[in-house]
């Protein structure tokens, strides 16, 4: 059977393969884009949909901030619509603790730009009545928002397609080799992609292929706990969430254009990744039921409608692999962004394909490279 070729196979079709692909395509490189189910089917469908850069570590807030102006263009950029409400990103907490927390950060990203406004708690009900009286201080950002996952990587992947870009789906990948100078990508059925360059934009499988290059690194499979209600009149605008000491009490809300509530949080549980399955735990979904109305008093009248999960890949030290391969000429990563890699979606797309097209990016990466995971080698005796 021939091979397919490309200047660039790209394996995995979330939303950073997909945008990978298609800024490629912008700079002229061919590229093949390999899926195994469909075009944003894992995590990046399956999220709670914060386009958001608040409460990011600063050394990640260049990179959001390339992708927000992305984000600001996805309609122009990509040719569809995906449903951004830019209505703002608030945190709220109950103890001074939290306020305290809340005040450092604004302070120390004050220079990038998020306009984030502390705000007491007297203000925050003066502005969102709907808030609950527990809530003693805030923090407001204006400029984030909130798309839908299930739109967004499908919309970025059938624009890179009319820009030329090769997509399959459907297609299960057995192995990713290197071959001289060529990487060789099996697929179950036979089929073999060659091209000079490889991205492993792989999710929660990321980890298998690097590792299979000698770069194994410590992730997990979890999956997120989310749930949808009845569509009521809309009337919160920011997507909210409470600062919790509890990582399992943590819970964070939207509410879409028709009208129905996202609710996330309430922790997560282990994903089954070698049956591609992650379930809804009922208990994270009371979790959620008892603790949100503390937000909102009025949603204890409300009724779920759907719950859903899906599979993340999540870092030990909650930085993903982006970057070059430490051991193998022109193989590149992308992958393990521990549940926050929706936002900065389009802009890992944008800045993998500057660095795989001028050897360079304008935008730093240097803290999410895999050789900070490499095991030291002992001296020859």
Not at 156 to 178: D, L, P, Y
Not at 232 to 249: C, E, K
Not at 295 to 321: N, T
Request: hydrophobic share 40%; aromatic share 8%; glycine share 12%.
């Amino acid at each position: 059977m021939n091979a397919q070729r490309a200047d660039v196979i790209i394996v995995g079709g979330g939303i950073m393969g997909a945008a990978t692909a298609f800024f490629l395509r912008k700079r002229g490189v061919s590229v093949i884009l390999l899926e195994r189910g469909l075009i944003g089917q894992q995590a990046s469908g399956v999220n709670f949909g914060n386009v958001r850069r608040m409460g990011r570590p600063l050394e990640q807030l260049p990179l959001s901030n390339r992708s927000r102006e992305l984000w600001l263009k996805f309609k122009e950029l990509f040719g569809e619509d995906v449903e951004l409400l830019l209505n703002g990103q608030m945190r709220v907490g109950f103890t001074p603790e939290h306020e305290e927390r809340m005040a450092k950060y604004a302070q120390e990203a004050k220079d990038f730009g998020l306009g984030m406004q502390m705000m007491s708690g007297k203000a925050l009900r003066e502005r969102f009545p709907y808030l609950g009286p527990e809530i003693i201080a805030g923090c407001y950002a204006p400029y984030e928002g909130h798309a839908n996952p299930r739109l967004a990587a499908p919309i970025i992947g059938r624009a890179a397609v009319r820009e030329g870009a090769q997509v399959f789906e459907n297609t299960e990948i057995v192995s990713v080799e290197k071959e001289g100078g060529e990487f060789r990508v099996s697929a179950a059925d036979g089929r073999i992609f060659r091209a000079p360059v490889a991205l492993i934009t792989a999710g929660a499988w990321g980890n298998r292929i690097s590792t299979s290059f000698g770069e194994s690194v410590p992730m997990i499979a979890k999956a997120p706990q989310m749930c949808v209600t009845e569509p009521v009149p809309y009337a919160i605008g920011p997507t909210t969430g409470a600062l919790s000491d509890d990582p399992d009490q943590l819970v964070y809300f939207r509410q879409v254009a028709r009208g129905n509530i996202v609710i996330g949080g309430g922790g997560r549980e282990l994903a089954d990744i070698e049956n591609r399955r992650a379930y809804v735990n009922p208990y994270r979904t009371l979790t959620k039921l008892r603790n949100v109305p503390r937000l909102v008093p009025a949603f204890k009248h409300l009724h779920i409608i759907r719950v859903w999960s899906g599979i993340e890949g999540y870092m030990e030290d909650s930085r993903p692999i982006m970057g070059p391969s430490a051991r193998v000429p022109g193989l590149y990563y992308a992958f393990g962004f521990s549940g926050e890699g929706f936002q900065l979606g389009p802009g890992v797309g944008d800045v993998m394909a500057e660095l795989i097209h001028t050897g360079a990016t304008t935008t730093p990466i240097e803290h999410y490279h895999i050789g900070r995971f490499a095991k030291p080698v002992a001296n020859a005796a």
